[in-house]
């Protein structure tokens, strides 16, 4: 990464936005050498998890070729110019936690583990339940689960960029930050907490 002042490593924090990102976007390669990227409901448990048709083209790319980057975005706050400046335009930026995972996928094929991935997608995404539990046991789902593949992707690197003015002077840094508490609402809180923090 360009920016060393933007880019973490620790796992606990990159593994903090893949727990709690919503949306994530899956890039692989195409056989005719266009890359595809398509946006994914997913889980995390070390390993990134969703689920798809086995058939189509992403199936018959990552068969093809199993290489795949996934990014995920967690906090994100667009922040105006005017908070630093109240003339100078290229004072606006974004305040955000990114991260990328680079790995390859495969298609899980045990039964029970397949449910397990589902059931964790729907606690992720549905937290109320109000359905039955995926099972192998229920007839409900013995059709869908047949035409269902869920896959895993298994990181070999992982890194993020934690973007909270960083690049700001020291002052510019606490002027956002306060003009974000003033705003008052609660990503405005947590991404001017987030800004301080690179001050200590």
């Known amino acids: 990464m360009r920016r060393k002042e933007f880019e973490v490593r620790k796992k606990d924090q990159i593994e903090d936005v893949l727990k709690t990102a919503e949306v994530g976007y899956l890039a692989f390669n195409g056989p005719d050498g266009w890359p595809r990227i398509t946006p994914l409901n997913f889980v995390y448990d070390g390993r990134v998890l969703w689920h798809g048709a086995i058939a189509g083209e992403r199936f018959e790319c990552l068969k093809a070729d199993p290489r795949a980057t996934f990014s995920a975005v967690g906090l994100y706050r667009y922040l105006p110019s005017h908070l630093a ?17 680079r790995g390859r996928c495969r298609v899980i094929e045990d039964a029970e583990e397949k449910c397990a991935i589902l059931n964790q997608i729907m606690a992720k995404y549905q937290p109320e339940g109000r359905y039955r539990k995926v099972s192998p046991q229920e007839s409900i789902y013995s059709k869908v689960l047949l035409a269902t593949g869920v896959y895993a992707l298994t990181p070999e690197e992982m890194v ?41």
């Open 160 to 200: 993020g960029k934690f973007k909270f003015a960083q690049n700001k002077s020291e002052e510019d840094r606490r002027k956002i930050a306060a003009k974000l508490k003033e705003k008052g609402g609660p990503v405005d809180w947590i991404v001017a907490e987030e800004i301080l923090k690179t001050l200590s």
């Open 85 to 101: 400046s109240e003339e100078n335009a290229t004072s606006a930026t974004a305040a955000f936690k990114s991260v990328l995972v």
